[in-house]
């Protein structure tokens, strides 16, 4: 079992950044994609973004694309979401995950709330 937890998120303001960390522990990071995700009040958890083991294959959800950076660090088991150009339809918690097959592996964590006012 992969334990994740997910800090960085905060209050800002409309056209502001936030970098999102998350520390997975229990075992060294596989090849497996890392994932992000988000759950705003009374939605869907969504995908936000994906990132290979070499990082070089990444994938965004149209929403966030342009704006969010997805990275990694397979030697901190690490994973880091850079979140720029923030809109008040970013608020929501959000979630790392572990990913095969695009499937989550893993249970949920806590989580970090991003807030975004207008």
């Known amino acids: 079992q992969v334990q994740l937890v997910e800090s960085g998120g905060g209050l800002v303001q409309a056209g502001g950044s936030l970098r999102l960390s998350c520390a997975a522990s229990?075992?060294?990071?596989?090849?497996?994609?890392m994932g992000w995700f988000r759950q705003a009040p009374g939605k869907e958890r969504e995908f936000v973004a994906q990132?290979?083991?070499?990082?070089?294959?990444?994938y965004y959800a149209d929403s966030v694309k342009g704006r969010f950076t997805i990275s990694r660090d397979n030697a901190k088991n690490m994973v880091y979401l850079q979140m720029n150009s923030l809109k008040p339809e970013d608020t929501a918690v959000y979630y790392c995950?572990?990913?095969?097959?695009?499937?989550?592996?893993?249970?949920w964590g806590q989580g970090t709330q991003v807030t975004v006012s207008s």
């Open positions: 995950n572990e990913l095969q097959a695009g499937t989550p592996l893993w249970s």
């Open positions: 990132i290979g083991w070499s990082s070089i294959s990444t």
């Open positions: 229990g075992r060294t990071f596989s090849r497996n994609y």
